[in-house]
């Protein structure tokens, strides 16, 4: 499966350069309110300007507010806490999680912004990196929503430069579902989402997600990263350097974003690459050897 990022990532590459990007998504498959996210399905598109995102709920019916968080690349929240805290309605209750334990993103995805819909209503809303509390979390723009909880599909849309990026660029994103209005207060999670979320409803407990989605160059999975080749890293997880038990021709690293951050030639089986200039976070490393073939793996700096 692993072979299949590089192949995605040049796919990502060519539509960004050409536009008009499609990609479906699919969600995890959980079903603790009854299927309308986890059994439901996402076509997103992208005319060069404007991200459209064609909505196909699952079996259940869309009664409760689904939260897409993205990351644009800046500064944003790897964790949202009792750091955040806008309680002043309920779109802003189910972005902030509020009277609910911590929802922990993968390590390197910082939710820089969030939409939120419900059959009322859809919005955007970026999330400072400072505290938010009340009208604190910035509403950028509706995006659209279901004409009712029955609907069998809608259409959202947002525009790249409202996240702060353009058509060249890419994205992570990972969707919550869950009520925000229980007992007026509290953001009741379900197990309902896109990105790996254990089976179970969370209700009010802590919860973490282990995959993030990418647009448009499909999905990363932390837990099932695997290649065919039989290539090893050591240490893995790495503090400031690590060996490779092989000869590569190259050696490149991307970050979960998708972006190259790290490129070496000629790497000697045993020889220290330093990567202490890297931030804590998963990455996925990807080597050649001389004839070509390319092989990948994750590597976790601490």
């Not at 990567?275 to 990948?296: A, F, H, K, P, R």
Request: with cysteine; glycine share 12%; hydrophobic share 35%.
């Amino acid at each position: 499966m692993r072979k299949l990022y590089l192949l995605t990532l040049l796919v990502c590459f060519f539509f960004a350069f050409y536009g008009y990007a499609q990609v479906v998504f699919n969600g995890n498959g959980n079903s603790g309110f009854g299927s309308p996210i986890g059994n439901s399905s996402m076509s997103i598109s992208d005319d060069g300007t404007t991200l459209a995102v064609n909505f196909t709920k699952g079996s259940g019916d869309f009664n409760d507010y689904m939260v897409m968080y993205i990351d644009n690349g800046t500064a944003g929240r790897s964790v949202i806490d009792g750091d955040v805290n806008d309680d002043a309605d309920s779109h802003r209750r189910a972005i902030s999680n509020t009277g609910s334990g911590d929802l922990t993103f993968p390590a390197g995805f910082e939710a820089t912004h969030a939409i939120a819909i419900n059959p009322g209503f859809g919005g955007l809303w970026s999330i400072p990196t400072s505290t938010v509390g009340s009208n604190g979390l910035g509403y950028i723009d509706a995006v659209g929503f279901p004409a009712s909880s029955t609907t069998p599909s809608f259409t959202f849309s947002f525009d790249w430069s409202e996240i702060g990026l353009t058509n060249s660029d890419s994205f992570p994103f990972v969707v919550t579902y869950g009520n925000p209005n229980d007992n007026g207060t509290n953001m009741f999670s379900s197990d309902e989402g896109y990105g790996n979320i254990a089976s179970g409803n969370p209700g009010l407990s802590a919860f973490s997600f282990t995959s993030v989605h990418f647009y448009p160059s499909g999905t990363l999975n932390i837990d099932e990263i695997t290649s065919e080749f039989n290539f090893s890293i050591f240490p893995n997880p790495v503090k400031n350097s690590f060996t490779i038990n092989r000869d590569v021709k190259e050696l490149n690293i991307y970050d979960i974003t998708g972006k190259l951050v790290t490129v070496k030639k000629e790497i000697v089986k045993g020889i220290p690459i330093d990567i202490s200039n890297l931030n804590t976070g998963i990455y996925i490393l990807n080597v050649e050897n001389e004839i070509g073939q390319q092989m990948s793996s994750k590597l976790v700096k601490e």
